[in-house]
């Protein structure tokens, strides 16, 4: 469904077993920044009504997922770490060029979001499946059907604003790109490399 071109190595959850409190603070922050990234979109690109109006409920709904991991990490009698670079991220908006139309532009960052939202949902299906803690599980099993739901709106907004055929071309050597990375940074105690 979510269309990876490389998945997960399934071992990735034995750095998260023995990292949570790790990831627990990655996630946090990704749940931040994805809350930042629906606002940017809404400050960039306020004549788009029916993304603003999405991008308002997904600021809500990230910052309560931020909310919920950061209760998770208070319950295990942690204090949220500071904030680390993400290096999936920064390489992946490495990949479309600069410039070009306000309306390339969008089509770009609404590829970007699909993605990052596509590989949270394909990593929070293995922490699902796989991580001995069943309650933490349980939570990332929640969380995985929301990323589901947040991937399939950027997709389609970007479809909606772009060009389909360009756009479907874009996401298939997006994809191809984001595989090549995951070779490189797919071993680390965070969410996305």
Not at 21 to 37: M, P, R, S, V
Not at 55 to 65: N, Q, S
Not at 71 to 92: N, P, Q, S, T, W
């Amino acid at each position: 469904m979510l269309g990876l071109k490389l998945p997960t190595d399934p071992r990735w959850v034995n750095i998260v077993e023995k990292n949570i409190d790790e990831i627990l603070t990655d996630h946090a922050y990704c749940e931040q920044k994805a809350a930042a990234t629906a606002i940017s979109l809404i400050v960039g690109f306020p004549e788009y009504t029916d993304l603003v109006q999405e991008m308002v409920a997904l600021t809500r709904e990230e910052m309560g997922h931020f909310k919920m991991v950061h209760d998770r990490i208070i319950a295990r009698g942690k204090v949220l770490g500071r904030d680390r670079k993400d290096e999936y991220v920064l390489a992946l908006i490495k990949f479309f060029p600069k410039g070009g139309s306000r309306t390339t532009q969008l089509v770009h960052r609404l590829l970007y979001a699909a993605l990052i939202e596509a590989r949270s949902c394909e990593r929070f299906r293995l922490l699902s499946e796989q991580l001995k803690d069943k309650e933490l599980a349980e939570f990332y099993h929640k969380l995985m059907v929301s990323e589901a739901g947040h991937y399939t709106m950027f997709l389609k907004f970007a479809r909606q604003y772009g060009e389909r055929e360009e756009v479907d071309q874009k996401w298939q050597d997006l994809l191809t790109y984001e595989a090549e990375l995951m070779n490189n940074l797919g071993n680390k105690e965070s969410i996305h490399g």
